[in-house]
């Protein structure tokens, strides 16, 4: 059975969730948790180098990782990967925006929110980024104003791609309604068949970090 490293509260982890319940592939997952150090930890680094969830082993034992070389192994041979090849191009430039725009901001801000110590404590850091999230969020209502999907007429893995932390973003101190066409883009992916919100588990099987790699 394929295996799944990494937690329900990484947006990036979700982003492969949501992906492999669509192709209703059956997981486990093992609970790798960034605030317990558990990614760098050396039972982990031994799967994968670069100390970072998600990251998922095939029956065969071979390994993967990375949110977005994943989706692009999981949407092979369906519609969520476009066969022509400016199409392509389209999806991954919308894959390296969220990647280098709208993940460093919104991510970010949520995880200071969440577990780096809160407003009063990263207050400039926070006015910062708040700026940079505004406009990649901004970016995407531009786009979604004219189309239903991110990178083409169909959904794809862009949409994928986007739609945790977007979905996140009232954690991050932004209310996504400020952008509507955005919400109403939130509401079209959440209405795809098998379609697995954020926090949901969708694994048959949970393990621990010490259940899976031991003590």
Do not use: C
Request: proline share 4%; hydrophobic share 45%; aromatic share 12%.
């Amino acid at each position: 059975m394929l295996t799944l490293f990494g937690n329900l509260d990484s947006g990036n982890v979700h982003k492969v969730q949501m992906i492999v319940a669509r192709r209703g592939i059956a997981f486990r997952r093992v609970d790798v948790n960034q605030t317990r150090g558990e990614p760098r930890m050396p039972q982990f680094l031994a799967l994968n180098a670069m100390g970072k969830v998600p990251a998922v082993m095939f029956e065969d034992g071979s390994t993967l990782s990375d949110s977005g070389a994943l989706l692009f192994y999981f949407a092979q041979g369906t519609a969520l990967w476009p066969e022509n090849t400016r199409q392509q191009a389209q999806v991954l430039r919308w894959m390296f925006f969220e990647q280098y725009n709208h993940e460093p901001s919104l991510a970010v801000m949520r995880y200071l929110r969440r577990f780096g110590g809160g407003e009063a404590a990263n207050a400039e850091r926070l006015a910062e980024l708040d700026a940079r999230a505004r406009f990649a969020l901004s970016v995407l209502e531009d786009r979604l104003k004219e189309h239903d999907w991110i990178a083409g007429e169909g959904i794809t893995i862009a949409d994928y791609a986007l739609y945790p932390y977007s979905r996140m973003a009232g954690e991050s101190g932004l209310d996504v309604a400020m952008w509507p066409s955005v919400a109403g883009w939130l509401g079209r992916m959440e209405a795809q068949p098998d379609f697995l919100p954020v926090y949901a588990d969708g694994a048959v099987e949970t393990l621990s970090f010490a259940d899976y790699f031991g003590n």
